[in-house]
């Protein structure tokens, strides 16, 4: 829009007319000057040898550089489905939410807001993410429980299978035990006699066994009477799973270790001591 006035002028430079008797004494007689080299609204001023130029600045155009680009049109600058929206001067793009940044030219790293639930593990990618989900979850974020028992049937040994939401169970048959059915029950039916009971210790099992018994199966009868718990001269015989004390004349309870009173009336004869 300028042409040359000077030699080598540059944008944004002042040249100011001066009457040095020579080269401007003509037109000094018309007008003088100090002119800043610049360009109008909405242009930028472009350098070239000895000259320059005004274009138009980004998201203008016409003559005057005045009109709007509608660079919606023009250019369509929202890259990955962004939707352009025009306006006077510059233009503005609504992203997808997988992309960002003026254009939707950034991809959204999604992980920052932890998008997979139940501890799945996130990795973004180019335009979307993936989350890598434990074996209890599925779905785009981990948020679907796994049927397990449609999925794998995991119960062994005829177990049936529950599923429930994030996990599973089973109910096993007769004789298996374990959150997969895959260990031998012992105690089903208990081995342990005498109400012993039965409890699984590493891959077999052990009996406690109630008082009077003893053995792996609780199935010896243990004799009280070695310890001699009679008092007071009683005799002691043993049961199974029990001991019985006679007691003297003078003395009863079940070890024989209250006075009988002068007062008390029946036999006090023998008593049968068992803690079972
Ligand atoms: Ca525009
Ligand atoms: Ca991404
Ligand atoms: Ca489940």
Redesign the pocket.
């Known amino acids: 829009m300028y042409g040359v006035m000077y030699p080598n002028v540059q944008c944004g430079e002042v040249h100011e007319a001066k009457n040095d008797g020579r080269f401007f004494h003509i037109i000094e007689t018309f007008f003088s000057f100090s002119s800043l080299y610049t360009c109008g609204t909405n242009q930028v001023c472009k350098n070239s040898a000895g000259s320059y130029t005004c274009i138009c600045d980004v998201g203008w155009q016409g003559v005057s550089c005045l009109d709007d680009e509608d660079e919606c049109v023009t250019s369509s600058p929202c890259q990955h489905g962004g939707i352009c929206l025009n306006s006077i001067g510059s233009y503005m793009c609504n992203c997808q939410n997988?992309w960002t940044g003026q254009d939707c030219q950034d991809?959204?790293?999604?992980c920052l807001n932890t998008p997979c639930d139940h501890a799945g593990s996130c990795t973004?990618?180019?335009?979307?993410?993936m989350c890598a989900c434990v074996q209890e979850w599925s779905g785009t974020n981990c948020q679907m429980d796994v049927d397990e028992c449609k999925l794998t049937n995991p119960c062994l040994n005829g177990g049936q299978c529950n599923n429930k939401v994030g996990s599973y169970d089973c109910d096993c048959t007769v004789g298996w035990r374990g959150s997969n059915c895959s260990l031998i029950d012992y105690c089903i039916p208990t081995p342990c006699n005498n109400s012993g009971t039965c409890q699984h210790v590493n891959k077999t099992y052990m009996c406690t066994c109630a008082t009077g018994w003893s053995g792996t199966n609780c199935n010896q009868d243990v004799d009280e009477c070695v310890s001699g718990p009679c008092l007071n001269n009683g005799n002691c015989t043993n049961l199974a799973g029990s001991f019985l004390c006679q007691c003297g004349s003078n003395w009863t309870g079940q070890v024989c270790d209250s006075q009988v009173s002068a007062y008390s009336s029946g036999n006090p004869g023998k008593t049968i001591a068992s803690n079972t």
């Open positions: 997988e991809d959204v790293n999604e973004n990618t180019n335009g979307s993410y």
